[in-house]
């Protein structure tokens, strides 16, 4: 597949990489003024707007990203499929964002199928657009999230995942440059790496480090590369560098880990942590704006997440399911810090009426983990009060879908006992695993709950 670009009135072409704005003048309102200018419609326009201020503005929740903040914008001021998707994601984004969820926006729709159009008529597939397939890739997956449709937006990831793997072996070659402008685009190539690793990572999470899945199979390789690009540093200089090897660690966890590769990993961890806290003492608090306050937060929800399931690793006996009442104090700091990272406290209450969506790894595995690990009856059901009162989208963690699992876990364990405190909860009924499958052959997700007799599976739509 390719895409041909459009032509400014200058006659060259413009990719949005030129002169930089004048000062005061974002890069964003910029392209959108250039967008009005040409021959876009109303529609578009006011589709585009939406999402400069709403869909953006969401993907940055926690750590600004380049990709949505000016990336795709510049792009679709010169490409016609970009333009298209991008005002199909904000139409549906839209409806999301009205509380309007399943079912289809006609307009929206149709912008979808022009863009698909556009990059299918575009022709032989050539080096120098291979930029512009992956990012209609990385909106269309967006779309399909937001469209509830898990097949597409599976499928889409799998095929992305592979045109990933090809560009960043070339990348490490000499990297690419357009043809048509001379630029490189090997800038755009990394941010879309970046957000397929997200997108890994989620679904990492989703699975429980089980290598028995069948996603594990796609998201293998793209764990693999993500884990070769990434350095283990002593010294962390950014909330974003302090994320990314956080990331990078929870990566390395496997449930069946020996045990000299667990205290392997907790020395990394323990390294970490001190990193950590040193770049900590270098912030001053009262300088953070509301974003970063909420990234340091998520940090700290992070930190404790990847704790807990290291120090089970390490545990007499791993497969004991009243382990976890030992990190009960620990989880209520989670549920702390989920509040204060979802903008769900008293400061920010108000943040949390609008449907929340964004490609990232938020609060939503925490809590499902903990929701789902921890016994003690208010902790855990302030975990699910907290999914199940807040319309979040997680890229593909969706908190409706997260706490319904969770109370299915609780019904299983508790029945219909009067349940006080975790050791209310009896070992032999004890939820051991959860196991979530979603392959690209259904619209639904398989959960499995593995129970002291075995395996029970349900499906969930």
Not at 135 to 150: A, D, G, P, Q, Y
Not at 208 to 226: C, E
Not at 248 to 274: C, G, H, P, V
């Amino acid at each position: 597949m390719q895409v041909t670009a459009t032509s400014c009135k200058t006659g060259r072409i413009c990719d949005g990489y030129d002169s930089p704005p004048a000062k005061g003048v974002t890069t964003s309102s910029l392209t959108l003024t250039r967008i009005a200018a040409s021959s876009s419609t109303t529609q578009e326009v006011r589709a585009l707007q939406f999402f400069v201020e709403r869909t953006a503005v969401q993907f940055g929740t926690f750590v600004p990203d380049d990709l949505w903040s000016s990336r795709v914008l510049q792009l679709a001021h010169s490409n016609t499929c970009i333009r298209h998707a991008l005002v199909a994601l904000s139409s549906y984004h839209e409806r999301y964002w009205s509380h309007d969820v399943g079912g289809e926006t006609p307009y929206g729709l149709r912008q979808y199928n022009l863009a698909i159009s556009e990059l299918v008529k575009s022709g032989a597939e050539r080096p120098s657009y291979l930029h512009i397939q992956l990012v209609s890739c990385t909106i269309f997956i967006c779309i399909e999230i937001l469209r509830r449709n898990i097949s597409n937006a599976i499928y889409l990831f799998k095929y992305g995942c592979r045109m990933i793997e090809g560009a960043m072996k070339q990348v490490r070659k000499g990297g690419y440059v357009g043809g048509a402008t001379g630029i490189s685009i090997e800038p755009v190539i990394r941010l879309v790496e970046a957000f397929f690793a997200r997108i890994s990572t989620q679904v990492f999470l989703a699975i429980g480090g089980d290598v028995d899945h069948t996603l594990a199979d796609i998201i293998s390789p793209m764990l693999k590369l993500r884990m070769v690009t990434m350095t283990h540093k002593l010294a962390l200089s950014s909330i974003q560098e302090a994320r990314d090897s956080l990331l990078n660690l929870a990566l390395q966890y496997r449930r069946d880990m020996s045990t000299a590769q667990s205290k392997a990993l907790s020395i990394k961890f323990d390294t970490w942590m001190e990193a950590f806290e040193a770049f900590r003492r270098t912030v001053d608090r009262n300088s953070l704006n509301s974003t970063e306050k909420r990234a340091f937060a998520l940090l700290e929800l992070h930190k404790r997440y990847l704790y807990i399931n290291i120090a089970a690793l390490n545990q007499p006996d791993r497969e004991d399911p009243s382990m976890w009442d030992l990190w009960t104090d620990e989880f209520r700091k989670m549920v702390e810090f989920a509040t204060e990272a979802g903008g769900l406290d008293a400061a920010d209450a108000a943040a949390g009426q609008q449907p929340q969506f964004y490609m990232e790894i938020g609060i939503l595995p925490a809590l499902f983990f903990l929701s789902s690990k921890c016994r003690d009856p208010e902790v855990r059901r302030r975990a699910i009060e907290i999914m199940e009162t807040n319309h979040i989208q997680e890229g593909i963690w969706n908190s409706k879908m997260a706490a319904k699992v969770a109370k299915r876990v609780i019904t299983l364990e508790e029945g219909e006992f009067i349940v006080k405190s975790s050791n209310d909860v009896d070992d032999l009924a004890r939820v051991r695993r959860v196991a979530v499958h979603a392959g690209p052959e259904v619209a639904y997700l398989n959960v499995g709950y593995e129970l002291h007799c075995g395996w029970v599976q349900e499906e969930l739509d």
